[in-house]
């Protein structure tokens, strides 16, 4: 029986290196290699889009959709990258027995944005002093894989700290939510039940969120939660909470719209690793990692429009929104690389290597 691969066993495949422990935990149940035999179809033109496939051992025949095959062979450049089905392929089989990594491509990309996203949001806080234990904590549990990561940076203008001493109780059984919780010091315990039947159930530390439960499912408090220590804690109200779930809207183009744009003088932005980005990138578009974005923006222009791009659509919305939030005109190229037909994915990255480099004053220049 094959074993689930290990996080350093994913380090040559793009963009898994990039995801945190934390990240590759929450893709465990996917992470058991699948043989292929050799002259196995791995996907067809009736299989359902969903899936990201990275070839481990052997070697894959691919056939678009013009009938041209082409091979990809293990341990090769292109073999570090994912293959799926949509436009650009409608048939990959085994041409020896091989060994596979079947991944849920809308999850990979999630956990790809919200770690970027992230990062990107610890690093800016982290530069002007801030502790961030409390917040990386915080950002690993599993409420906040439903957080659009464009609000995580619009929770931090909401929340209100509040120092409170040992044996408070900040929620009460039976009680109506209003508001919830974050643990930036100190410990809670919960517990269910009343009087002498009153049994603790858990005990919270720095980074834990509470009293979500009841405003997600419009119920009354479950459990009381009280502070074993003086502690710091952070109040987010309903409204904001509620709100905290919602993705905002950002401006999307389609690849004629953007192209139509870059004939006035926009500026392609790819936001995704450097990796990708060398494997194929638009024509003098520069490469600047949503993780990197906000210490890079500095080399960017007011008054130029900029069109971002990422494989799912993910990553590029949420750069959008931190460019528009800094003032600058942005739009996100709609649904990402991945919607793109053959010839459009072709016309588009059309260029390899290292590319482009942003210099102060807005000047683009040729790297290497």
């Known amino acids: 029986m094959n074993k689930p691969l290990l996080h350093d066993q ?3 495949l793009i963009p898994l290196n990039a995801l945190s422990s934390c990240g590759v935990k929450e893709l465990r149940d996917q992470l058991t290699p699948r043989p292929l035999l050799a002259g196995e179809l ?10 990201s496939y990275f070839l481990l051992a052997g070697a894959l025949s691919m056939q678009g959709p013009d009938g041209e095959e082409r091979r990809m062979v293990a341990g090769s ?3 570090c990258h994912a293959v799926s089905v949509g436009t650009r392929l409608s048939k990959v089989w085994a041409l020896e027995d091989s060994s596979v990594l079947v991944l849920d491509s809308a999850q990979l990309n999630r956990l790809l944005s919200w770690h970027q996203a992230n990062a990107d ?3 800016e806080l982290a530069t002007v002093g801030e502790l961030t234990d409390w917040l990386e904590e915080l950002l690993e549990k599993p409420l906040f894989a439903k957080v659009p990561p464009e ?3 619009d929770i931090l203008n909401k929340i209100e700290s509040i120092e409170l001493p040992a044996g408070h109780v900040l929620l009460r059984e039976g009680e109506i939510g209003d508001c919830c919780y974050f643990l930036k010091s100190g410990r809670a315990e919960v517990m269910i039940g ?3 039947e009153g049994q603790v159930v858990a005990e919270l530390d720095v980074g834990a969120c509470f009293g979500e439960e009841a405003l997600l499912t419009e119920r009354p408090r479950n459990a009381t939660v009280t502070l074993l220590e003086d502690a710091c804690v952070l109040r987010l109200a309903r409204e904001d909470f509620i709100a905290l779930l919602k993705a905002p809207v950002v401006a999307e183009l389609d690849l004629a719209e953007a192209s139509g744009l870059i004939a006035k003088g926009a500026q392609w932005l790819d936001v995704r690793l450097l990796d990708e980005y060398q494997h194929g990138h638009a024509p003098q578009a520069l490469n600047m990692p949503l993780h990197l974005l906000r210490l890079k923006v500095r080399l960017l222009k007011q008054d130029r429009v900029y069109l971002c791009y990422c494989d799912s659509g993910k990553r590029s919305a949420s750069a959008v929104f931190l460019l528009t939030q800094l003032g600058f005109t942005a739009y996100s190229l709609r649904d990402g690389l991945d919607a793109l037909s053959m010839d459009g994915y072709a016309a588009l990255l059309c260029e390899q290597g290292s590319g482009y480099l942003a210099r102060s004053g807005g000047r683009t220049e040729r790297s290497g």
């Not at 791995?42 to 899936?51: K, P, R, Y």
Request: hydrophobic share 35%; no cysteine; glycine share 12%.
């Open 10 to 12: 994913l380090r040559s």
């Open 42 to 51: 791995l996907f067809g033109n009736d299989t359902e889009a969903g899936s």
């Open 77 to 79: 450049p292109e073999s």
């Open 121 to 123: 949001l610890l690093l």
């Open 151 to 153: 609000n995580v940076r």
């Open 194 to 196: 009343f009087g002498n």
